[in-house]
């Protein structure tokens, strides 16, 4: 591994480290950011995207030697924590970020295809809260899912702190934007998904209960909503079937990705594991 030591915050060497809190600047340069050490081994590790260069603190980089000499010819830039939270625009977490090469987006009959030996698949509608994004897709990588389908109006889940939050998942779980929201749910059904649509509503069906009703061999796609409004109309119905997670009298709901967590988790006993975990 090439290792270079900073000193001046204009080394053009990185350039693409400067206004890192800006989502819209990194998505014009075809970039993200990976933060924390622990993501930054699981972008190394990743399948799905490539790594451009890592900076780190001193300290940092002894913590990650041993990956970081994995990747003969990425540039290793090693400054002093102090100047490093100088570059990049806020106190970094434990002195590691690394920038990551956008992949190109996923099609979304593509990302269906792929996912269907998984049998599971979630689906997020005007998800904002970055959040919530990583929490889910932390939950789609612990149970398996094949992959994500997002409104366009969801929080991008390669933004730093949605990347941060999932541990990484988001860089392992392969995941599609659908520009013609709801259409693309009959793309869904087609691709053998039985849409179970999470609601608190008390019409809707006990998730076990819904789960078990499912046709045998079929998959099941998990459609959570937003954060206080829940699913549209629009998408509520193109689901087949409404499912609840049943909960003490006098609580209405349960954080979004916290329901994906028990949804996908009620999902994977009924329908068991796949061969292989997606995107690692």
Not at 28 to 46: D, I, K, M, Y
Not at 95 to 115: H, K, M, S, V, Y
Request: aromatic fraction near 4%.
């Amino acid at each position: 591994m090439p290792l270079a030591s900073i000193t001046d915050l204009d080394d053009p060497r990185v350039a693409d480290y400067r206004d890192v809190p800006d989502p819209v600047l990194l998505r014009e340069r075809g970039v993200f950011v990976a933060e924390g050490r622990l993501v930054v081994r699981q972008l190394l590790s990743s399948a799905r995207v490539r790594a451009r260069s890592v900076l780190v603190s001193p300290t940092a980089l002894d913590g990650l030697r041993d990956v970081l000499e994995q990747h003969e010819g990425m540039p290793v830039y090693v400054m002093d924590v102090t100047r490093l939270s100088s570059l990049v625009g806020f106190n970094v977490h434990r002195g590691c970020l690394a920038i990551g090469e956008r992949p190109p987006a996923i099609p979304l009959q593509t990302l269906l295809d792929e996912a269907r030996p998984s049998r599971l698949l979630v689906v997020i509608e005007h998800v904002g809260n970055a959040d919530n994004i990583g929490g889910i897709f932390r939950n789609a990588l612990a149970f398996g899912a094949g992959g994500v389908v997002l409104s366009s109006a969801c929080c991008d889940p390669l933004y730093r702190k949605a990347i941060r939050v999932s541990m990484g998942a988001s860089l392992k779980v392969p995941f599609a934007a659908d520009s013609s929201w709801p259409a693309g749910l009959d793309a869904v059904t087609t691709a053998g998904f039985q849409l179970l649509a999470m609601s608190p509503a008390p019409s809707a069906v006990d998730i076990d209960d819904a789960v078990a009703a499912c046709v045998p061999g079929s998959g099941i796609a998990v459609m959570l909503g937003h954060e206080g409004s829940g699913l549209t109309g629009a998408a509520g119905r193109g689901a087949g079937v409404h499912a609840r997670i049943p909960m003490q009298p006098g609580v209405d709901s349960l954080n979004v990705s916290t329901a994906a967590g028990v949804a996908l988790h009620a999902c994977r006993r009924h329908l068991g594991w796949p061969p292989a975990a997606p995107g690692c």
